[in-house]
């Protein structure tokens, strides 16, 4: 039997395990942690990470031929294929810091495998082991050279290791209908005879359920790793370029959905991911281009680096100029006046609110004096007061954060955001009553019937705003 462990039970480690051990009855999956509360929830009932389905498949198989353990050391010796899925977020401090990828976690878990590894090294049989490591996370390119270090260092020769690249694609939302039908698997390895044959078993757990022609199995190892932040970095860059467009519009009165359907309409191009808005966010396309722009950097392309920086740069700008927007409609003050704000998740579908543009448009706002109330159908209070600043109201619903408020923002696409009674918000609020749609989810021209002031992104200019204000 086939034994995988899996380290760091995270929002990638625990869905993407639970999945392949749904798929593959046969084979053992333990997922593994160093933190002994996320092996606790991921045994209880309430489930650490949110995704629709997840709850479902976990009970299939915990139990059966999945478990959670914080004994990271006996399932990782006892693992024929360890796939490595811990956190690499940007660098807070040190050398690199706001560019690079921190990648104490991911070389501490390397370690942990080489130990572990070390300390089993004979199989039953008495014959030298040889462990398949797979990279899950997202790491910069040639990672896997200083892993297979690491590895050597602590006892390569006694046991035979093979680094293999398998990034995870799936989105945050949809996760477990991702990895069930994923676009594509993308296993990456050397092209020697040992590289060949640990790609062939990573290829053979997936073969157990995705078909054959979406399994990219001859990449090389640094194409591999390269692709996942790649195809981050793109997405975030198709959000900024169209946004870029829609900070000229709003200069200009041209629409940017109508010019972005016109763009979306040429097949070369596509039109997924062209709406304008308010930012991307979320925990990895910061992440990603930033650490794609600290690799060019690394390797000597500072042009490639530049130009990936300012994908981040557009989206820092289109932050705070939603919040100079803002202030300035309002009469260049918003100190002491009441302002709701509707969605801190970063998309709508998840309570997500890391790398959210919705918690830096709040601080902004509170930077200037507004009194912030914040509702989101899918962030409890704790977790909107812990991620923006604890001064922030928080209320029960759309209607309780627009009461006695002077402007509304909208910053999450969510659906009941669109089919508010906007007649009974605009009751409610101060006048003039303002609203600041990021996401272009309202009926612009409705809300100025019934007398609202509304700026919304990339739109021509309500004649209040182009008229009092120069953004
Ligand atoms: P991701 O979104 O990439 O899954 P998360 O932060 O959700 O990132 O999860 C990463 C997990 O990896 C965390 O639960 C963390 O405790 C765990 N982790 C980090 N380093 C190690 C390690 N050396 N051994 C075991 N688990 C680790």
Redesign the pocket.
Known sequence: MVKICC????????PAMAVLALKCPAIEVAV????RS?IDAWNSDRLP?LEPGLDAVVRACRGRNLSFSAD?DRHVADADIVFV????PTKASGIGAGRAPDLA??E??AR?VASAAASSSRSRSGTKKSTVVVEK??VPVRTAEAMERILVAHGGEERAFEVVSNPEFFSEGTAVRDLLCPDRVLIGGRDTDAGRSAVRAVRDVYAHWVPEDRILSTTSLWSAELSKVAANAFLAQRVSSVNAISALCEATGADVSDVARAVGGDGRVGDGFLSAGVGFGG??LQRDVLCLAYACERSGVAEAAEYWRQVVAVNEYQKSRFVRRVVSSMFGTVAGKKVAVLGLAFKKGVGDTRGSPAVDVCRGLLGDGARVTVYDPMVSEKQARKGVAARVQVARDAYEAAQGAHGLCVLTEWDEFRALDYRRVFDGMQRPAFVFDGRNVVDAGKLREMGFVVYAVGKPLDDWLSKGTRN
Do not use: E, F, H, K
């Not at 380290?7 to 625990?14: E, L, M, Q, R, W």
């Not at 593994?32 to 933190?35: A, C, G, I, Q």
């Open positions: 380290i760091g039970a995270g929002y990638v480690g625990g593994v942690d160093v933190s996320r990470v990271v899925s811990v956190n690499t976690y991911w501490s878990a942990v996370s997202a925990p990895s």
